[in-house]
């Protein structure tokens, strides 16, 4: 806690680190620079089921790297913040370990810094859609209840029709399970932080499911599940909805090599100044073949 404090500037949430590390199964290397004194750099990460070009695999979402400030201003290689970096890479990720795949979101800085260091290297840049909204002619947008994720069997049905079109892709499993230990598990949900909504088509069959959240004043779509033909409709007229009910812009993250897919040329495209980066230290899957196949939005983030 005194780590993440000193290193974010912000409360350390334990609801969170429990969610994550305990019943997520989170992975993380502590430091501390004599075997009895208090810890002082920290490298974590969250498992991820993935499919990675059609096939089952496991990735980790790298995050919590943070150091006390006298140990963040050395950076070098004989330094305690990179060693904890590469102990775990070298533990956690790679062609031999657990996970297949490393991914996360760093800001400019941090990862100018892991590629100087040769920890990293860039697969992509997350981007930031600003969505127009439009209505779309005999679909239906429903607000769900608290509850339904849980009960309803349409978001695997969702799931299972959108999964096919990322085989030469990759992509983190959204299916019930984790669609449950995400938005229902997390302590976001009991915050009330995150809304549901289902579109239904004409014959009343589910087109979408969209996960959102209030986020810096408008509305941000987490996640959303359907066919990616119905998918820029299905986001115009959430769009619509949150105009017209909220009085709010709506927008969604996405990584770059995904936007010119969805062919979404009537909304406002802005840089997040987050590169996705894969694992460099460890041998694993080249980064030229990784470049702009990870299909990443907002609710890939275990902290939004």
Same mark, same amino acid.
């Given at each position: ?35 009895? &004194? ?5 490298? &974590? ?8 070009? &059609? ?128 938005? +229902? ?38 996640? +959303? ?41 009537? +909304? ?9 980066? +894969? ?26």
């Amino acid at each position: 806690a005194a780590v993440f404090e000193a290193s974010f500037g912000l409360d350390f949430d334990p609801q969170l680190w429990r969610w994550k590390y305990e019943t997520g199964g989170g992975r993380c290397i502590a430091a501390s620079l004599t075997r009895e &004194g208090p810890i002082v750099a920290h490298y &974590g990460g969250a498992p991820r089921r993935i499919s990675y070009f &059609g096939e089952p695999a496991m990735a980790i979402q790298v995050g919590d790297v943070m150091a006390m400030p006298e140990v963040r201003k050395h950076y070098g290689r004989n330094s305690l913040f990179f060693r904890t970096g590469a102990t775990f890479l070298e533990r956690e990720i790679g062609n031999t370990v657990s996970h297949l795949l490393g991914f996360g979101f760093p800001n400019a800085k941090a990862m100018r810094l892991a590629l100087r260091l040769g920890l990293y290297e860039k697969t992509d840049d997350f981007k930031e859609l600003v969505l127009s909204p439009r209505a779309i002619e005999g679909w239906q947008l429903e607000p769900l209840p608290a509850g339904w994720l849980q009960r309803s069997a349409e978001p695997q049905q969702l799931w299972e029709a959108m999964l096919p079109a990322f085989d030469g892709a990759i992509i983190g499993l959204r299916d019930r399970a984790y669609l449950d230990y995400r938005y +229902c598990q997390h302590p976001g949900a009991e915050r009330g932080l995150y809304n549901s909504f289902l579109i239904r088509g004409v014959a009343g069959e589910p087109v979408a499911l969209l996960l959102a959240r209030e986020h810096g004043g408008s509305l941000l779509v987490l996640d +959303c599940l359907a066919l990616l033909e119905n998918l820029p409709d299905a986001l115009r007229l959430f769009a619509h909805w949150a105009q017209r009910e909220r009085a709010m812009a709506s927008k969604f993250w996405l990584t770059k090599g995904w936007l010119d897919r969805l062919g979404m040329n009537d +909304c406002v495209e802005q840089d997040l100044s987050i590169e996705i980066p +894969c694992n460099a230290w460890n041998p694993g899957p080249d980064a030229k073949l990784l470049y702009g196949k990870w299909w990443l939005t907002a609710g890939d983030m275990d902290f939004m």
